[in-house]
């Protein structure tokens, strides 16, 4: 024997002290025990496991006890105190648990026997009460662990995060509250009846209970738009099978009786359901009889007949939303919440059963193991297989979603792949809180199982028996459980365990609570798409909705989806059958086919499109395919102009616009899938398919013509535009502006000639929030920015009051970075030309530098989005003037200023100009000279010839629409500079500048414009060549009227 065991006491006469509840220990006190034990049966409640094996001597001579194993047992008394056993042996053949005195009072405890009772004390307070049970003094705990015990045994498991585990379930409290329960389960209070005991089921199987849940929208991505559930009366086990229609309840009970009745051997004797149709038929009365099912129908009007199976409904609705409001992936997801809630809840301690008994533990006849339940929607690292990787190079894992469990594994959404996968080697990150993120209604999820092999497997193995909870379907959640864990026992698995054998080593767990350190300059953005240690930018990559499409990517996956698609896919048949787009032939020798794809999108109101769209790029091109759009500008003089004017500015949209244009030369495709072309190998297109290089050129030549056709002219300034009596109308691509006081009738024949969608008044355009009201115009793109706060994980940063610092200047010995800095500065160029020039330098300066950031760039692109943040709700105005439009002598505004050598990275200055029509900003500048400026004067010279081109194309736009003559204005704050642009002297100081630049003389000359001076703390054009201080910032901002 060891001979630091000593002999234990032994006694055979006192059985009746085990409790009989399977949440409760006894244990003999016994001064003669070295350690405590505990017998086999109680091995899986021991934590922190070590592999022993020693021989334990007994009192009777000669007998002993084998131990094999020793770690922590934490209890909780029957007064509710939460203790843990330290150095608990756990041994077979051993008679009862035994509790060491020694080790007792080597934990500071002390010890005393009084009138047949034992009292355990700590500075003289009781802690725990037992009794003399014949010749022995016993003491009971309880084995049911709680959220405090996690937190006072090992503080890296809150009660929150276990709460979030098991899917907000009730029997995981949190004290703080939860507010994604609220918004998932509040309800009214209803009085509950207790079942008759006469009524109750005695066996499994004996009675099930079914009832069918929907119609849910939006459909899952496979176009499932309910589920039946069936739910053993005994164990209150549930298995949930998806269905798109009701119709299908007969074979999913199909499958769930074959599936029981080959786990059990016995039979089903009783379903107990309403009277729905799915339930009532002959195919459905025909098979339970042939099965000996007795059919218990519910009484018409009183659901509660069947109130097992509507309260498990209401449950597993209940906590799927939990699951989607707590992790914000798209609600298209909830086919994966409910069968992840159907797959916690057969593993949760329900009322009707005893205390500490799960569904799944009467139902397998062992407890599953709660170790590898994780937060739904937590970011989670796959193991990519050696197989699978391209090089030594290549990354090990994979940043995926958790959505749901399966047989030994997870199943994970790829965003790469954009599919569901299986993993077993599974690394998570349940550290990033209840941040909302989304997934896209709509995207769509196939099912491929991953062959992954870990080194270390996450989890123990299940014994040999099938689990067939959820999982058993392939609609289904995991099909087998671990075992050697009570229930409610992952608080001691995951926040307990520290050692154990080789093969059931969790290095994941420990990453749940690792704070990642994140570089300074990257404090607030987490990297998209590069290899670092941070696990959030994969959460902010799926919060960007619009960023990535919501819908299927090709032919087959779409008819997987649902019949939806399908019908969006015969739909645009039809328009290109209706439009005689194609003519079905055999493609004559030496001709080529190009390939065609289908390309799908879901709208904002759930409409599901599909378009049949050519690879162009396979054409060979020799001509002309250039098509043009409307510039901003003169969308901006058009909204100026209707609100000095009290027009109402209409908007259209043309619904399949390229098919109305006609090609002229032949163009091949092969046959799409879906058409049929019966015998023939190609097909002749006849209209302008989408995909084409020519297609937006054919078009806009149809609707050209169709417009002169109508009497009215193509402005020369911008071909885009076209004029008539009484009517202005403005073309980009398929979307169109109309205003004037001859509208209706334009607009009519839009509708007739082209099948044009008739919009209302103009209110989303190219991507801007426009509202017209009587007090004017309001631009913004509220939404777009907070689309990119949220892309760039930048939706909490700290607001600052400029967008550059004052004085700011770049270091060429700034790191570089691999950082999405280009993705990033496009979309801070297309806020600030399309409705916020106050960030058009900041913009224009990050735009020098795409191809070669550094982290001072990178901040300083964050420090935009923070400015963006602070001033969101900032929109460009534009207002009427009181005075006649026909009569203002200054129509027409532009303001010119210039930094003079303040890039010091190669001394070349910087240009900026505003132009007003009416006081309102219709157009803006921030640009880098392209030569060095030996002086303010040139700078200022070079600044307004730049602006005087623009000026005269706003002058020529505006005389079209008016048709009379207008007035233009150039203001500038360098007296040298006017004197030279007035001037025809010849002088040294500009002999250098080059010719072409003298272009402002001729303007100048011809009475085209008039040149004016204006104070420099006047002059709005500041703003765009340098960054101000925040007094003068604010000042110029609101002189642009973004207010």
Request: aromatic share 10%; hydrophobic share 35%; proline share 4%.
């Amino acid at each position: 024997f060891d001979s630091d065991i000593s002999f234990v006491a032994h006694d055979e006469f006192e059985h009746k002290i085990l409790a009989a509840n399977l949440n409760q220990i006894s244990f003999v006190i016994d001064s003669g025990c070295t350690n405590h034990m505990v017998k086999s049966d109680f091995g899986k409640f021991v934590t922190e496991v070590k592999e022993v094996s020693r021989k334990i001597g007994v009192a009777k001579v000669g007998e002993c006890v084998n131990a094999f194993q020793v770690g922590s047992l934490p209890v909780k008394t029957l007064n509710n105190l939460n203790l843990t056993l330290r150095d608990v042996y756990v041994c077979d053949e051993l008679s009862h648990n035994l509790l060491s005195v020694r080790k007792i009072e080597e934990s500071g405890f002390t010890i005393v026997f009084k009138n047949k009772s034992v009292y355990i004390m700590k500075k003289n307070r009781v802690v725990v009460t037992g009794h003399r049970q014949g010749n022995l003094y016993a003491v009971t705990f309880t084995l049911e662990p709680s959220v405090y015990e996690a937190n006072l045994i090992d503080g890296g498991v809150s009660e929150l995060l276990w709460h979030r585990r098991m899917g907000h379930s009730s029997r995981y409290p949190s004290s703080e509250v939860c507010y994604v329960c609220s918004q998932g389960k509040q309800s009214r209070k209803q009085f509950l009846a207790e079942i008759p005991a006469d009524m109750k089921a005695h066996r499994i199987l004996e009675t099930i209970s079914t009832d069918v849940c929907g119609k849910i929208e939006p459909p899952t991505h496979d176009g499932k738009h309910y589920y039946v559930s069936f739910i053993d009366n005994f164990s209150n086990f549930g298995i949930l099978y998806l269905m798109k229609n009701k119709s299908e309840v007969l074979s999913c009970f199909k499958k769930y009786v074959a599936l029981v009745e080959a786990r059990f051997s016995q039979k089903i004797a009783n379903l107990k359901c309403d009277c729905g149709g799915e339930y009532t038929s002959n195919e459905f009365k025909d098979f339970c009889d042939q099965k000996g099912i007795v059919i218990h129908y519910t009484i018409p009007r009183n659901p509660e007949n069947n109130g097992k199976a509507e309260r498990y409904n209401r449950t597993i609705m209940e906590k799927a939303r939990c699951l989607i409001f707590d992790s914000g992936l798209g609600r298209s997801m909830w086919g994966e919440a409910v069968l992840t809630a159907a797959y916690l809840t057969n593993r949760t301690e329900t009322s009707t059963l005893p205390k500490g008994v799960t569904p799944a533990r009467v139902w397998f006849g062992y407890e599953p193991n709660l170790d590898k339940i994780r937060i739904f929607g937590s970011p989670a690292h796959a193991h990519v297989p050696k197989e699978d990787r391209g090089g030594k190079l290549d990354s090990h894992s994979r940043k995926t979603i958790m959505v749901g469990y399966c047989h030994n594994g997870y199943r994970l959404w790829d965003p790469i792949k954009r599919k569901i996968t299986t993993a077993r080697s599974v690394i998570f990150d349940e550290g990033c809180g209840m941040k909302r993120v989304e997934i896209p209604d709509g995207d769509e999820v196939s099912v491929k199982s991953s062959a992954t092999t870990p080194t270390s497997t996450p989890f123990s193995t299940p014994p040999s028996t099938p689990d067939t909870s959820p999982g058993s379907s392939p609609v289904s959640t995991p099909t087998k459980s671990p075992r050697s864990i009570p229930s409610k026992s992952p608080l001691k698995q995951n926040s307990l365990v520290k050692k154990r054998k080789a093969t059931e080593l969790t290095p994941e767990i420990r990453r749940s609570d690792r704070i990642h350190r994140v570089p300074r300059y990257l404090k607030d953005y987490e990297l998209l798409g590069v290899d670092t240690n941070l696990d959030h930018g994969l959460m902010m990559a799926l919060s960007a909705c619009d960023f990535v499409e919501n819908v299927p990517r090709n032919y087959r996956e779409a008819s997987e989806y649902g019949a939806e698609w399908m019908d969006a896919i015969e739909r645009e048949i039809s328009s290109h059958e209706a439009r005689s787009t194609w003519i079905p032939c055999n493609l004559p020798p030496n001709k080529k086919a190009i390939d065609t794809r289908w390309v799908f999108r879901q709208k904002s109101d759930g409409t599901k499109k599909a378009r049949l769209v050519a690879k162009g790029y396979q054409e060979e091109t020799n001509f002309n395919v250039y098509a043009p759009v409307a510039r901003l500008s003169t969308i901006r003089t058009l909204l100026v102009y209707a609100l000095q004017m009290d027009f109402t500015i209409h908007q259209m949209d043309v619904p399949t616009a390229f098919l109305h244009g006609e090609l002229d030369s032949e163009v091949y495709i092969k046959i799409p899938e879906g058409v049929q072309a019966g015998e023939t190998n190609a097909l002749l297109l006849k209209k302008a398919l989408y995909g084409l290089k020519e297609s937006p050129r054919k078009w806009n030549e149809c609707f050209d013509g169709f417009m002169k056709a109508c009497g009215l002219a193509r402005s020369m300034n911008d071909f885009c535009l076209y004029t008539g009596p009484g009517v202005l109308i403005a073309i980009w691509v398929d979307d169109l502006l109309i205003t004037g006081s001859n509208s209706s009738v334009l607009i009519n024949a839009l509708k007739n000639k082209f099948g044009a969608k008739y919009m209302g008044t103009v209110h989303n355009f190219l991507g801007t929030t426009v509202t017209c009201n009587k007090s004017g115009i309001q631009i913004s793109q509220q939404e777009f920015i907070e689309k990119i706060l949220q892309r760039f994980n930048m939706s909490d940063c700290n607001p600052v009051t400029v967008p550059m610092e004052p004085n700011f200047q770049y270091d060429v010995s700034s790191s570089p970075v691999k950082v999405p800095f280009r993705e990033l500065v496009g979309s801070l160029l297309y806020v600030s030309t399309t409705s916020r020039p106050d960030i058009s330098y900041a913009t224009s300066y990050l735009s020098r530098y795409l191809d070669k950031p550094t982290s001072q760039l990178w901040q300083l692109a964050k420090r935009v989005l923070r400015y963006l943040k602070g001033t969101i709700l900032l929109k460009l105005n534009y207002s009427k003037l009181e005075k006649d439009l026909r009569s203002s002598e200054n129509v027409l505004v532009a303001y010119t200023d210039a930094d003079w050598a303040g890039d010091h990275s190669d001394r070349k200055s910087t240009s900026g100009s505003v132009i007003m029509y009416q006081d309102n900003v219709i157009q803006w500048s921030s640009k880098k000279q392209a030569t060095v400026a030996l002086s303010t004067t040139e700078a200022e010279y070079v600044a307004s010839t730049y602006a005087i081109v623009d000026l005269l194309h706003s002058k020529s736009l505006l005389e079209e629409i008016l048709t009379r003559c207008v007035p233009a204005v150039l203001n500038c704050d360098n007296q040298s500079a006017i004197k030279n642009i007035e001037s025809y002297e010849n002088s040294r100081k500009t002999k250098h500048i080059d010719i072409k630049l003298h272009f402002i003389k001729d303007a100048i000359h011809e009475s085209k414009v008039q040149v004016k001076f204006v104070k420099s703390d006047d002059n709005i054009a500041d703003i765009f060549t340098k960054p101000l201080s925040a007094q003068h910032f604010v000042k110029f901002r609101k002189l642009l009227q973004i207010m």
